[in-house]
């Protein structure tokens, strides 16, 4: 049997220690983050959701279906035919 020199064992404070450490790390705080802004569309009543990052100005509302890129021709997500 070889003998192996054992380091000094954590203790359980130790370990605690290093733990803390790693979440505090993986969590740092974040102070800006995009803000989710949900307004409902006066015309049709969809509801359009728009981030606005820190700092930025609120953006004109635009409806997706009013305002937005339409008429997806080929579209039907309800129908399994192919
Ligand atoms: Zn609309």
Same mark, same amino acid.
């Given at each position: 049997?070889?003998?192996?020199?054992?380091?000094?064992?954590? $203790?359980? *404070?130790? +370990?605690?220690?290093?733990?803390?450490?790693?979440?505090?790390?993986?969590? %740092?705080?974040?102070?800006?983050?995009?803000?989710?802004?949900?307004?409902?569309?006066?015309?049709?009543?969809? $509801?359009? *959701?728009? +981030?606005?990052?820190?700092?930025?100005?609120?953006?004109?509302?635009?409806? %997706?279906?009013?305002?937005?890129?339409?008429?997806?021709?080929?579209?039907?997500?309800?129908?399994?035919?192919?």
């Amino acid at each position: 049997m070889a003998y192996r020199p054992k380091g000094p064992p954590l $203790s359980k *404070a130790e +370990m605690r220690a290093h733990a803390e450490k790693a979440i505090a790390a993986a969590t %740092k705080p974040i102070t800006k983050l995009p803000t989710k802004l949900v307004r409902q569309c006066g015309r049709c009543g969809e $509801s359009s *959701a728009v +981030m606005v990052e820190p700092g930025d100005p609120t953006p004109p509302f635009q409806c %997706k279906h009013c305002d937005g890129p339409t008429r997806r021709t080929r579209k039907a997500p309800e129908s399994p035919q192919d």
